[in-house]
């Protein structure tokens, strides 16, 4: 990553990106985590392991930061390459463990039979895993031959897993409790929407893309994409343990 073609303006925006991802992360999973006893014990764990996704996160968004100040020296106005690297790595060993998590959350807060969650937990986290081994060689590779095809590589599980949550959890959607179901449906396609971005950004080098503009949309497209699909996806699946458990509740009440 070629520091030096950043201004000092481009260099501090995705600075700024950064420590804003990870407030918000930090954020998350503090309200996931203290909030997790208001809701009832089947919906626990999906709820500790939404907090988890997003620690894992603020975590690794801390030491990007540490990594990107380290990098680079602007003391003198301009943009000065120290010499020590920008690790890119961070990224992919956050995904490598928070893209599985998210699909097993939405899992465990839907309720399926232990033998349906176990099957599709197992068969969902084993594909998203492999999409993040398969896009790592292409982001640090220096040809863009190489980038293309590992893109290519990474889109057969990520179109894998487009296809088992839009139809292979459609017969287990349409069994949820319907103050729930329309809450599932939104879930599986904001997370969609904003994986779909992150091979989007992963091509803007292919695409004319070039110095600092493409450092900086890919840095902050990246950042970006991480919020949306894993604090604002974690919202969704805390209402909906909310939702699910009042329901709980009722039937409680009810019952006695």
Known sequence: MELETLSL???????????????VMAAASLFFWLMKSELAPSYRLAVTITGLVTAIAAYHYLQIMLSWGAAADVTTGEVVATGSPFNQAYR??????TVPLLLIELILVMNLTRQETIKKTTMLGGAAA???????????SSTGGLRFVFWVLSMIPFVFIVHQLVVGLKDSIAKQPEEVKGLINIAVYLVIGAWLFYPIVYLFPLVGLTGGAAITALEVGYTIADIVAKALFGVFIFTIAVRKSKAVENTENEAV
């Open 9 to 23: 303006g481009q260099y501090t925006f995705i600075q700024n990106g950064y420590s804003f991802g990870f407030a």
């Open 92 to 97: 992919y060993v956050d995904w490598l463990l």
């Open 130 to 140: 492999l999409m993040i081994v398969l896009g790592y060689p292409g982001e640090v």
